[in-house]
């Protein structure tokens, strides 16, 4: 079975730092890219961060550009999101998914559940 | 980046009839090399992560009901739910993946 299970959000002060986890399974990682998309509370989706099938090609929503990092570990079939500043408008469900292609530019057919992060003092 | 407008925000369709969503882009999606339209669509139900359910503006993923089709090229495109049944009640969004990818701001389909 086709899964993404994500992990590492919470509660954090403005200005801080935490590292998602998405462990995929049930696929062949290295093949396919990835993204982070979030969605705030009662709000819509708004894709943050994308990287390609061998992390040749990465990319990132301009409200997040220098401030978030993706990357992916194929031997360990996990993609990362490292978030640094962060700020109240961050705070968000954070989904992982996986494009049906190795660009990121291209229609995401798995999802996983989220993970929430919240910023806060 | 190319911004996509959905409309409208919300609709109430009674049970068995038609619903219509309406995306539109700010420029073309249209890819002339493969004459294909990068555009899905998804559906989001509370509590659950967005469900893939038409890719390439109207190629429909697999087991996703035949009610369900997109339509449309270019900057212009639409969902449309035919005979709407009761677990149809979600947000559906458009997305494009022309490049940096981009979602519509979404549409809440309810019950009349």
């Known amino acids: 079975e086709v899964q993404l299970v994500e992990s590492g959000g919470g509660l954090v002060q403005p200005g801080g730092s935490l590292r998602l986890s998405c462990a995929a399974s049930g696929f062949r990682f290295d093949e396919y890219a990835m993204s982070w998309v979030r969605q705030a509370p009662g709000k819509g989706l708004e894709w943050v961060s994308g990287i390609s099938w061998n992390s040749g090609t990465i990319g990132y929503a301009d409200s997040v550009k220098g401030r978030f990092t993706i990357s992916r570990d194929i031997a360990k079939n996990i993609l990362y999101l490292r978030m640094d500043s962060l700020r109240a408008e961050d705070t968000a469900l954070y989904y992982c998914?996986?494009?049906?292609?190795?660009?990121?530019?291209?229609?995401?057919?798995?999802w996983g559940k989220g993970t929430t992060v919240t910023v806060s003092s | 980046d190319i911004v996509m407008t959905q409309s409208p925000d919300s609709l109430a369709v009674s049970l068995g009839e038609r619903a219509t969503i309406h995306c539109k882009s700010s420029?073309?999606?249209?890819?002339?090399?493969?004459?294909?339209?990068?555009l899905a669509w998804y559906q989001q139900k509370p509590g659950q992560p967005p469900k893939l359910l038409i890719y390439?503006?109207?190629t429909r993923e697999s087991g996703v009901p035949d009610r369900f089709s997109g339509s449309g090229s270019g900057t212009d495109f639409a969902l449309t739910i035919n005979s709407l049944q009761a677990e149809d009640v979600a947000v559906y969004y458009c997305h494009q993946y022309y490049s940096t990818p981009q979602f519509g701001q979404g549409t809440k389909v309810e019950i009349k």
């Open positions: 998914a996986k494009a049906n292609n190795g660009a990121y530019y291209y229609y995401m057919d798995v």
């Open positions: 390439w503006a109207s």
């Open positions: 420029q073309s999606v249209l890819y002339r090399s493969s004459n294909k339209n990068y």
